[in-house]
């Protein structure tokens, strides 16, 4: 799963900046604020995509911490710069690797103890 964690972070940069950055270069970056309430689906998802990051942050933090992960501010610095589709990725492929740390399985994925 890793792996697919680790593609879906690249892919969860990639799609939405390759949105963004022409928006960009053609509108002033604050007016993407106004943007926000023009209609009812962009605001839809300007809602579902702020409710799903404010519920992503205790989660990031509390899980991270039960498990002793280290680095937690990188996927709740990413909600921000670029969004949950981006570091949500970021924190399960993080956690993965964390996982394999503690319990011994290196890249193969067999276990040290087997």
Do not use: Q
């Amino acid at each position: 799963m890793k792996y697919f964690y680790l593609l879906m972070t690249i892919v969860g940069v990639v799609l939405p900046y390759a949105v963004l950055l022409p928006w960009m270069a053609e509108n002033p970056a604050l007016s993407m604020f106004g943007e926000i309430g023009k209609n009812r689906i962009g605001l839809f998802g300007w809602v579902d995509a702020g409710l799903t990051g404010i519920a992503l942050i205790p989660f990031i933090i509390v899980e991270g911490r039960r498990l002793g992960m280290k680095h937690l501010w990188a996927p709740i610095a990413g909600i921000f710069a670029v969004g949950v589709c981006f570091s949500l990725p970021l924190f399960l492929f993080i956690r993965e690797l964390h996982i394999d740390k503690m319990t011994g399985d290196g890249p193969s994925g067999k276990s040290s103890t087997a």
